[in-house]
């Protein structure tokens, strides 16, 4: 139980845009996924990483390029897979064109098995809107892949988080009819949903199965701003997904921060703790 059987790393909300400009003029968001890739290089016992949507921040295609520029250096060098997925700032077509040299419009649904491990990646936007949904067909997809287990179980990716946000403004650019997905979720292998959209670390529960919002690469939404203000501020996490044969965790991780409080080997640690105890 303590040993996890898969590792994935989760980077959402990458909000990359073309090189010589910041986002909101203040923030390198490419900075900052190269200090999450950095961080699941040192890990060393990541399987693959998840990019839950808003890859690139206006969809344009130097933007993609940019991002996918990293991405194959990233993969090159470590042999990880990276999986894309869409959000809301994407555009369906420039997503396909400049990261996966494919065309068309219709949702980027997909399922990948990893040395056992599933990894449902949907498509949650809504083109020309914000707020996310699946539509019938899609959740019928869905339904048909879940009807057979994965052998370490199953973890769903979509950028819209099913679940209430202490955001107001989440109100008109949430995810609608989550209890639709639950019904298709429930009593399946399902053992973690994973999404991003809202720019907070935040967890809950659908059908029983732990939801987790990762911390955005881009920047952090202050959830005390107040009912009628919203505040982005300075800050970057990733989140590493561990799955064991039970359950699953979401571990939220600050990126690009370089002040060590402690550090040492973990034998180390522990002759520590002992002198202390006596
Ligand atoms: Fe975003
Ligand atoms: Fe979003």
């Not at 390198?28 to 200090?35: I, V, W």
């Not at 009819?177 to 809950?204: C, F, M, Q």
């Not at 199965?209 to 009628?228: E, F, H, K, M, R």
Request: net charge negative; aromatic share 6%; glycine share 8%.
């Amino acid at each position: 139980m303590t040993v996890p059987t898969h590792t994935i790393v989760q980077i959402s909300d990458t909000h990359i845009v073309e090189e010589g400009k910041l986002l909101h003029d203040k923030v390198d968001t490419t900075a900052n996924l190269l200090a999450s890739f950095g961080a699941v290089e040192e890990l060393g016992t990541a399987k693959a990483v998840v990019l839950t949507g808003d890859l690139a921040d206006t969809a344009d295609a130097a933007a993609y390029q940019r991002l996918r520029g990293h991405v194959d250096e990233f993969t090159e060098r470590t042999g990880l897979p990276v999986l894309y997925m869409m959000g809301n700032h994407d555009e369906r077509a420039a997503f396909r064109a400049g990261l996966l040299d494919a065309e068309g419009t219709e949702p980027y649904d997909y399922s990948r098995t990893i040395d056992g491990l599933r990894v449902i990646v949907m498509d949650s936007t809504v083109p020309g809107h914000h707020h996310g949904e699946f539509s019938g067909e899609q959740l019928a997809w869905l339904k048909n892949e879940l009807a057979t287990p994965a052998p370490a179980g199953t973890v769903f990716a979509l950028h819209h988080p099913p679940m209430p946000s202490p955001l107001p403004i989440m109100e008109d650019l949430g995810f609608r009819e989550p209890e639709k997905l639950a019904e298709v979720l429930r009593g399946t292998d399902v053992k973690i949903v994973v999404s991003g959209h809202a720019h907070h670390a935040a967890a809950g529960v659908l059908a029983g199965i732990p939801v987790w919002i990762s911390g955005a690469n881009a920047y952090t939404q202050d959830v005390l701003a107040g009912p009628d203000r919203i505040r982005g501020i300075v800050g970057a996490a990733c989140t590493r997904i561990d799955v064991y044969p039970e359950t699953a965790t979401a571990t939220s991780v600050p990126v690009g921060v370089s002040d060590t409080v402690y550090e040492g080997s973990i034998s180390d640690m522990m002759a520590m703790a002992a002198e202390y105890s006596h």
